[in-house]
Nanobody, 118 residues
């Protein structure tokens, strides 16, 4: 089994910054993809950013403001969020595609709340 634990959420004023972390632990042989999704009240979950060995991708709404990075030795993914806007307010959830033996499987964290005040 694999556990994903997020941290770093909180309350920040518009224009401020936060750094989210997500650490994967458990039965891990390799991690193919790590990413961040977010879900605001009354809205569908959306992809924020993801990172693979080949690079990273971002939602258009966060390009130029958010940066995703990964520490493979620690099985940890980070999301540096700058120039935060009220519309970034959401629960941010970490995802990882992990393989121990057999096929890769998708795992989700519990989420961390980010609230941006205007």
């Amino acid at each position: 089994q694999v556990q994903l634990v997020e941290s770093g959420g909180g309350l920040v004023q518009a224009g401020g910054s936060l750094r989210l972390s997500c650490a994967a632990s458990g039965s891990i042989f390799s991690i193919r993809v790590m990413g961040w999704y977010r879900q605001a009240p009354g809205k569908q979950r959306e992809l924020v950013a993801l990172i693979t060995s080949g690079g990273s991708n971002y939602a258009d709404s966060v390009k130029g403001r958010f940066t995703i990075s990964r520490d493979n030795a620690k099985n940890t993914v980070y999301l540096q969020m700058n120039s935060l806007k009220p519309e970034d307010t959401a629960a941010y959830v970490c995802n990882a595609e992990v393989r121990y033996y057999g096929p890769y499987r998708s795992y989700w964290g519990q989420g961390t709340q980010v609230t941006v005040s205007s």
